[in-house]
């Protein structure tokens, strides 16, 4: 596999944080010789995650490039109209055209029936759902044809279950699913693929000690996931032993039980 990814170029959005999905994501991708471009939003993180720094995204990129490969990134907020085509020509400006795009990049703010409002779920859809749509058709108008084209988009298993208390993500969320496998049928004959991965719970840094001791026992494994487990699958997915793998969405939760 690392000879195929050599020399490719993979966009992948929301690096922000060097414990997060996009980083491990960054990593896999660097170290089987991919040059990345990553974007970062350090405003959204610390909502989320206060310890988070403005240094995390420049020590991703020189972490990146002590592994041989060329590495850029870009602050930019998703949620505007206007970056998803800012992303995708800056890639192509600093590294070259891309055929690799992760849309990892995510809103999530807890809200339930009782809190729900608009600018909350408009907030959820313009990174969850705007974006991942338009970088993905910006991806695809702008790649050459040909073998090797992929769009990996993250979800979070909304077909498989309820997620009470966070309505707005999964409805987004949800909507990347359909979104997949439609964009795969769009696009295929000009050579790219397109599938969706869900990693179920995974220790990004926002698990608390008492939540994981409340998750564990439906984790078969023994343990819950991390981001380096994601990041194992996408990396085959953009590989071209995935070739023939296309407008699906793959569940790898590590044997995780709904209930």
Same mark, same amino acid.
């Given at each position: 596999?690392? %000879?195929?990814?050599?020399?490719k170029?993979?966009?992948?959005t929301?690096?922000?944080?060097?414990?997060g999905?996009?980083?491990?994501?960054?990593?896999?991708?660097? $170290?089987?010789?991919?040059?990345?471009?990553?974007?970062h939003?350090?405003?959204?993180?610390?909502m989320?995650?206060?310890?988070?720094?403005e240094?995390e995204p420049?020590?991703l990129?020189q972490?990146?490039r002590?592994?041989?490969?060329?590495?850029?990134?870009?602050?930019?907020?998703?949620?505007?109209?206007?970056a998803?085509?800012?992303?995708? $020509?800056?890639?192509?400006?600093?590294?070259?055209?891309?055929?690799?795009?992760?849309n990892n990049a995510?809103?999530?703010i807890?809200?339930?029936?009782?809190?729900?409002t608009?600018?909350?779920l %408009?907030?959820?859809?313009?990174?969850n759902?705007?974006?991942t749509?338009?970088?993905s058709?910006?991806?695809?108008r702008?790649?050459?044809?040909g073998?090797?084209g992929?769009?990996?988009?993250?979800?979070?298993?909304?077909?498989?279950g309820?997620?009470?208390?966070?309505?707005?993500?999964?409805?987004?969320?949800?909507?990347?699913?359909?979104?997949?496998?439609?964009?795969?049928?769009e696009?295929?004959?000009?050579?790219?693929?397109?599938?969706?991965?869900?990693?179920?719970?995974? %220790?990004?840094?926002?698990?608390t000690?008492?939540?994981?001791?409340?998750?564990?026992?439906?984790?078969?494994?023994?343990?819950?996931?991390?981001?380096?487990d994601?990041?194992?699958?996408?990396?085959?997915l953009?590989? %071209?032993?995935?070739?023939?793998i296309?407008?699906?969405?793959?569940?790898?939760?590590g044997?995780?039980?709904?209930n």
């Amino acid at each position: 596999m690392s %000879d195929r990814l050599q020399g490719k170029i993979a966009v992948v959005t929301g690096a922000t944080r060097k414990m997060g999905i996009g980083a491990a994501v960054c990593r896999a991708l660097a $170290e089987k010789g991919t040059d990345v471009f990553f974007t970062h939003w350090t405003p959204y993180d610390r909502m989320t995650f206060q310890e988070t720094t403005e240094r995390e995204p420049e020590e991703l990129l020189q972490e990146l490039r002590t592994l041989g490969v060329r590495a850029e990134a870009l602050a930019v907020d998703l949620s505007k109209p206007e970056a998803p085509a800012l992303v995708m $020509e800056t890639v192509r400006e600093r590294l070259g055209a891309p055929s690799i795009l992760v849309n990892n990049a995510a809103v999530s703010i807890n809200d339930s029936f009782e809190t729900i409002t608009a600018e909350g779920l %408009d907030a959820h859809y313009a990174v969850n759902v705007r974006a991942t749509a338009l970088l993905s058709a910006e991806f695809a108008r702008r790649y050459k044809g040909g073998p090797g084209g992929r769009i990996i988009n993250l979800t979070s298993g909304q077909s498989l279950g309820s997620m009470p208390g966070e309505l707005s993500y999964v409805a987004t969320k949800g909507a990347i699913e359909a979104f997949t496998r439609t964009l795969a049928a769009e696009v295929a004959h000009k050579g790219i693929t397109v599938n969706a991965v869900n990693p179920g719970p995974t %220790d990004t840094g926002w698990m608390t000690e008492e939540l994981k001791r409340n998750l564990l026992p439906k984790f078969p494994m023994g343990r819950v996931g991390q981001p380096e487990d994601a990041a194992r699958l996408i990396a085959f997915l953009a590989s %071209d032993e995935a070739a023939w793998i296309t407008g699906q969405v793959i569940h790898s939760e590590g044997g995780f039980i709904r209930n």
